[in-house]
């Protein structure tokens, strides 16, 4: 059973009938709520020694990643991470130097990703070790983002570059908070009314998620293979692999950048305005066919592969 | 390592400067968080397969406690329950029948506590079950309560009846929201300003959360032997221990009784005016010595002995 096929399964069983929640379970990775005229985004993100994490990853490495996770949950959704609750399954063999560097890393990664951690549970685990973390955090302005609302004719953008993460960077991947602020304020004072239409972060490959976003949008999407920024480590891990770097900008997950649809005229007034002061390239457009399509160099159009990782049980 | 001293470690780890937090990791179980006026509850709960649930428990009842142990630590503190985010580590064997009946089981528990379920994450486990549930609320008018503020004078009252919930109460235990909704209705009507000073839900045993509860608040406390509500459990447990149904009713934990302190007067509001329309018993009084104290039916009294329920690792 594939995870994703889970979720669905979960969401129809638990559809919320609560008019406070606005985004529930599930297509998006961040819950979104209102009540009293206020807004607030929530999202957990968990974590398995030797499913997620190798037996001897250094506890900090741990803490931050599972923060980090959720925090790029609620910045590729334009929402301000403000606070964590954390949960943490410890064998007695691990536990408490282990559990002791874990809280030093994590208030180490909560200074570092402004967030403050209020609360959480601690248990003994039979087995190995199990990690937990939900954050809640504020729309910004404009926001929040979801996966649905892109339209024909709005631009894709990638923050960052794309590929090769797993050869070190995916240890201490960045979520993009500070670069989706930048965004958002931008619109504000710029484009007033117009914002990003929809958004993800790209944790399972750009391919996979760009997928899930036109499905959820109801749209297709076309990507130009010239245009996709390489990471230095795309060329490396497509020496090591055989296959090409674009490849692994496609495929490659883990990275925590933000793939972002946003009107053509937004992208046009960002990068008169800001061009060099932010991390964006645009990498293809939104179509109103729902096919997915990759266009070469040459001009010549394929369609897209969905490669990417799915957690599988 | 007992679970309290690795949390005051983790405390002063991660001792948050940040002034939205009210109330942030331990000594309560229910963080509270202000922005803009507003007012946030948040608690998370875990259960790992084997440690608090049995391989064979029925995903539905793992899934109703895990929901419920949150919802009450949020009524102990006088909070209303709204939303919920779960974590589900499940190992391949299980999965996914386990999952899906954990699912059901999760939609009525969560439409019996009057939570709405909003998000999560799944994973795959390469050992036992894990589940973590944050549940987010926020205060009922006159909250929230915390562990601190108890005055000498104030008096000790409980919901329902104590001891010998591992006889099967624990299977689904009810946590008291409807009860302090009650309380704390009857305060902004009847006794304005005057509220509930403190309060806990008694996980662990009577005797360790009020020790609990009197330390937090820098204050001392005595038990009257003959006015503590024993459950029938107690009697019943009793029997098989060769132990005092009293022993039961001061040392039995996960109950999610709740244990509040208040002012006399209102005490004696509500029960003029409330009489029989709720679960309350008076078992004690706050003193201002420091020291725990059992009173016996013959009016001696004698130390109160610490015992309960302290998760070891």
Chains 1, 2 share one sequence.
Request: glycine share 12%; proline share 6%; charged share 25%.
């Amino acid at each position: 059973m594939r995870e994703n096929s889970f979720l669905a399964e979960l969401r129809e069983i638990l559809a919320p009938g609560d008019a406070s929640v606005k985004v529930g379970c599930g297509p998006d990775d961040c819950a979104h709520l209102e009540a009293d005229g206020r807004r607030l985004a929530a999202s957990t993100d968990a974590l398995a020694e030797g499913v997620h994490f190798a037996s001897g990853a250094h506890p900090g490495e741990v803490a931050y990643k599972s923060l980090a996770a959720s925090v790029s949950d609620l910045a590729a959704s334009a929402c301000r991470a403000r606070w964590a609750l954390v949960s943490l399954a410890l064998s007695r063999e691990a536990a408490p130097g282990w559990a002791i560097r874990f809280a030093e890393g994590l208030a180490g990664a909560a200074a570092e990703l402004e967030v403050a951690v209020v609360g959480g549970d601690t248990i003994s685990s039979p087995g190995g070790i199990f990690v937990s973390v939900t954050v809640l955090g504020e729309p910004l302005a404009g926001g929040p983002i979801l996966r649905r609302g892109a339209k024909p004719g709005d631009l894709l953008v990638v923050t960052g570059a794309l590929g090769g993460s797993l050869l070190g960077r995916h240890l201490h991947p960045r979520p993009r908070s500070r670069e989706i602020r930048l965004l958002m304020d931008f619109c504000r004072e710029f484009t007033p009314g117009r914002f990003p239409s929809a958004g993800l972060d790209i944790s399972d490959g750009l391919a996979l998620d760009l997928s899930r976003l036109c499905r959820e949008s109801g749209v297709g999407a076309e990507l130009y293979a010239d245009c996709l920024p390489l990471s230095p480590d795309a060329l490396k891990a497509a020496e090591k692999s055989g296959l090409s770097p674009l490849r692994h900008a496609l495929s490659d997950g883990e990275d925590f950048e933000l793939l972002l649809s946003l009107p053509p005229e937004v992208w046009e007034e960002f990068r008169r305005r800001e061009a060099g002061s932010a991390d964006f390239t645009a990498v293809g457009k939104i179509t109103g066919d729902g096919r997915l399509v990759l266009r070469e160099a040459d001009g010549r159009s394929r369609p897209l592969e969905i490669r990417g990782y799915e957690h599988q049980w």
